[in-house]
C-alpha cells in the first residue's frame, strides 16, 4: 500500500502529548511509519513536503521531522502537471496552495490514501473528485488497518 503523509503527520510526534487526540494520532503514525520499515506501506515524498519541513522555524524540530521523513520510500517531483492540477483542486474549494499541490502530488504518485491531521483539509478533500482519499490518521487505523467502516 502506497501512502503520502502530509507535513502535519511528520509533525504530529512533536506537538503537544498531553493531548489526547494529538497523542492518538501520534501511535498510529509511528505504527505507520513503523510498518513501513517492515515493508507493510511504502511511504511516499515529494518535493513539496521537503521544502515545507525545510520552512520550519525550530532547528531542533526541523531535525526531528527531517529524520522520520528519511523513512520516504520514493518521492515524487513538483512539475508544471502538478502546478495545473494544484491550481484545479485550488480552484474547485477553498483548499490552500500547499495543500492542494500535497493532493496533485499523492494523485501523480498514485498513493492508495494520504494521510492528514489537518480536519478542514479533509473535509474540504472528501467533497471533490479526487484520485485520492485525504482521510485522518483514526479513519486510516479503522479503513484500511482493520478493514472496517467508521462511525
Known sequence: MKIYLDCCC???PFDDQTQERIYQETQIIMGILRGCQ???????GSSAL???IDRIGDPAKRQCVSDLYTLADSYVNFDESIEV???EIASQSKIR????????LAEKAGVDVMITTD???????S???LNVEAVNPFKFLIQYMYG???E
Do not use: F
Not at 496552495?97 to 496533485?104: F, G, M, N
Not at 480536519?119 to 478533500?125: I, P, T, W, Y
Open 148 to 150: 472496517g467502516e467508521q
Open 38 to 44: 517492515s515493508g507493510n506501506y511504502e511511504i511516499i
Open 50 to 52: 521537503s521544502m515545507e
Open 127 to 129: 467533497h471533490l473528485q
Open 10 to 12: 511528520y509533525n504530529r
Open 85 to 87: 492540477r494544484a491550481k
Open 97 to 104: 496552495t500547499y495543500d492542494s499541490s500535497h493532493i496533485a
Open 119 to 125: 480536519d478542514k483539509l479533509e473535509r474540504m478533500a
